[in-house]
Structures are given as C-alpha cells and as structure tokens.
C-alpha cells in the first residue's frame, strides 16, 4: 500500500497534514512532533475542521488518526492551560471542539504509537477503534499536575478497563502497554511498529468499501450502548435496522445476496 500517495485535495493545516492513502480513506496525522503532538487549541481547531470536511465527503467512508512513532499525542498543551483561569478554560471553546467530536458519524480509527497520554489518550478512546503499535504507552497523568481527566479518561476508559484499574490509572499515573491495551479491551489489535499505520489504514478501507449506512448506524447503535439502559438500547438497535430497510442499501445487498453476486453500495 502505498502511504505517500499526494493529498489529492490540499489545504493549508500547521498542526496537521491531511492525505487520502487509498481510495475512500482519509488520514489525519497530528503534526507538532517537537510538542509530541500536544494538543493545543489551534491543532483541535483544525483537527475538527479535517474531520468534519472527511465526514461530509462521499467519497469517504473512514478516518484514520494517526499522530508519528514516538508519540500519538502527550495530551492537552500544558503550556497553553498553565495560566488559564475559569473563565478562559470556558470561553475557548475546547469544551465545545471534544463535543463536535462526539458528533462524527463515519467510523474513526486512531494508529497509535509511543505516548498516548491525557487528552492524546481521551481522543484515541473517543475514537471507535484503536490499532496500537507494540510500543505504544496509553496513560492520564493529569493528577501530575494538579487536575484530573477532562475529555472522558473517568468515564469511556472506566467503561473500557473497570473500575479498579481505572482507578490506578486516574488516581496514580499507572501507564498501560500495548499488550495490556489490547487485554482490557482499548485496543483491538496490535502490530509492529513498521506496520501499525498501514494495519490501521487498510482497516479502514475494508470498512469503507461496506454499505456506508449500515456503517454509520452500527457505529451510533454501539456508541448509545455506554449511554443507555440494556432495554433502551435494544429497543434503539431494533429502530436503527427498520430504519434501514427505507434504504437502497439493504435492497441491493438482500438482493445480491439472492443472486450469488457482489453487492454495490450507494450509501442511499
Ligand atoms: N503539553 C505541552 N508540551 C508538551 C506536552 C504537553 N502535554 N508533553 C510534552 N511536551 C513538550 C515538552 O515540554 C518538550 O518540549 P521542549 O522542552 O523540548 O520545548 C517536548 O514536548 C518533549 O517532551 P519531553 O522532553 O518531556 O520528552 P520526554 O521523552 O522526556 O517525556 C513525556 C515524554 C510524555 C513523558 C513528557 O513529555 C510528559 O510527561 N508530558 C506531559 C504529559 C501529560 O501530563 N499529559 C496530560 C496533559 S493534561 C478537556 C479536554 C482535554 C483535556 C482536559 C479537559 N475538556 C474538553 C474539558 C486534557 C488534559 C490533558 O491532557
């Protein structure tokens, strides 16, 4: 697979690089490597503007984030936060960025490789699968300085590993490896560190060439499983698949089934 195929439509991101590695992927690679991919106002800005225009885009049907070897990312800018008060943290829109993540509807996969650490770690989880690198190092060490997780490391890395060793996690910087990520269910699966990338992307393209409705409502009916009662979500999970017998999708692929052929998805 070739990963440096030119972005085939550019613009002009300092603190990301946005390419298209194979047909109906997008790829977003954090870029601050001499920050370890901190997270600072200006990258989260642009991080949601590439997977907004990605989640928009037809011809995309999953997002890889990836950020380089040694680091997915380090977390939040400390430098940014350290003088912050109240009211700055309220008014600068960060709160309301990690919301418009929630809001994206194709499948996320983050490529994870070396620190993977606070709000780095918090965006890897929100995304819906992680491909981890052998040497990838997930933690929130936010009580380090004096806080604690802000973006989901107390309750969707709760839901992942359990309780007691979220705990360990939160309250005493215990760090996990891949292996362990793997283990406790926050990864789905491992590589070597000179493949980790293209495992991730070519996850996404296998996904990508599925009929994108189906896609989408898969991924919303599990995301409501850590919202919702066990009945709630049911009843939600049976609505999503009558809702999608409105669709051409699940004509053509019932039909193609029938008639001993390939199926070809519209996304309709
Ligand atoms: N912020 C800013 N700069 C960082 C950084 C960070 N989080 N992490 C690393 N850097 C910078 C270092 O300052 C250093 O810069 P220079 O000194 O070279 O200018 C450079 O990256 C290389 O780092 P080191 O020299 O420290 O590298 P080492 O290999 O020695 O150590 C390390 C790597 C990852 C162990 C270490 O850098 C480290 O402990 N970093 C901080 C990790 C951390 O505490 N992360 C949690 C941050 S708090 C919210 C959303 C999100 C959040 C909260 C709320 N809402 C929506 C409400 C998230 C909060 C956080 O993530």
């Given at each position: 697979m070739d990963l440096h195929t030119p972005d085939l439509?550019p613009?002009?991101?300092?603190?990301?690089i946005v390419e298209r590695p194979v047909e109906?992927v997008?790829l977003?690679r954090?870029n601050?490597?001499?920050?370890?991919?901190?997270?600072?106002?200006?990258?989260?800005?642009?991080?949601?503007?590439?997977?907004?225009?990605?989640?928009?885009?037809?011809?995309?049907?999953?997002?890889v984030?990836t950020?380089n070897?040694?680091?997915?990312?380090?977390?939040?800018?400390?430098?940014?936060?350290?003088?912050?008060?109240?009211?700055?943290?309220?008014?600068?829109?960060?709160?309301?960025?990690?919301?418009?993540?929630?809001?994206?509807?194709?499948?996320?996969?983050?490529?994870?490789?070396?620190?993977?650490?606070?709000?780095?770690?918090?965006?890897?989880?929100?995304?819906?699968?992680?491909?981890?690198?052998?040497?990838?190092?997930?933690?929130?060490?936010?009580?380090?300085?004096?806080?604690?997780?802000?973006?989901?490391?107390?309750?969707?890395?709760?839901?992942?590993?359990?309780?007691?060793?979220?705990?360990?996690?939160?309250?005493?910087?215990?760090?996990?490896?891949?292996?362990?990520?793997?283990?406790?269910?926050?990864?789905?699966?491992?590589?070597?560190?000179d493949?980790?990338l293209t495992?991730?992307i070519?996850?996404?393209?296998?996904?990508?060439?599925?009929?994108?409705?189906?896609?989408?409502?898969?991924?919303?009916?599990?995301?409501?499983?850590?919202?919702?009662?066990?009945?709630?979500?049911?009843?939600?999970?049976?609505?999503?698949?009558?809702?999608?017998?409105?669709?051409?999708?699940?004509?053509?692929?019932?039909?193609?089934?029938?008639?001993?052929?390939?199926?070809?998805?519209?996304?309709?």
């Amino acid at each position: 697979m070739d990963l440096h195929t030119p972005d085939l439509a550019p613009i002009n991101f300092q603190d990301i690089i946005v390419e298209r590695p194979v047909e109906r992927v997008g790829l977003i690679r954090l870029n601050r490597p001499q920050a370890l991919n901190a997270l600072r106002s200006q990258l989260m800005e642009e991080l949601i503007n590439a997977l907004q225009s990605f989640d928009h885009e037809a011809t995309i049907g999953a997002i890889v984030i990836t950020g380089n070897d040694k680091a997915f990312s380090a977390g939040a800018d400390i430098t940014e936060m350290a003088n912050a008060t109240l009211t700055d943290m309220l008014n600068r829109g960060m709160i309301e960025r990690w919301r418009q993540l929630r809001n994206i509807r194709k499948p996320l996969i983050a490529a994870v490789s070396g620190h993977c650490l606070g709000g780095g770690c918090e965006l890897a989880i929100a995304c819906d699968i992680i491909v981890a690198s052998e040497t990838a190092k997930f933690g929130q060490p936010e009580i380090n300085i004096g806080v604690i997780p802000g973006a989901g490391g107390t309750q969707r890395l709760t839901k992942a590993v359990g309780k007691s060793l979220a705990m360990e996690i939160v309250l005493n910087d215990r760090r996990l490896t891949a292996e362990e990520a793997l283990r406790y269910g926050l990864a789905s699966r491992i590589a070597p560190l000179d493949q980790y990338l293209t495992d991730a992307i070519s996850l996404a393209a296998q996904i990508a060439a599925r009929a994108p409705l189906g896609v989408q409502m898969g991924k919303e009916a599990i995301n409501k499983s850590f919202e919702m009662s066990l009945a709630d979500g049911m009843s939600y999970e049976e609505k999503l698949f009558y809702i999608l017998f409105a669709s051409e999708d699940q004509k053509e692929g019932m039909r193609a089934f029938v008639e001993k052929r390939k199926p070809v998805w519209r996304g309709q």
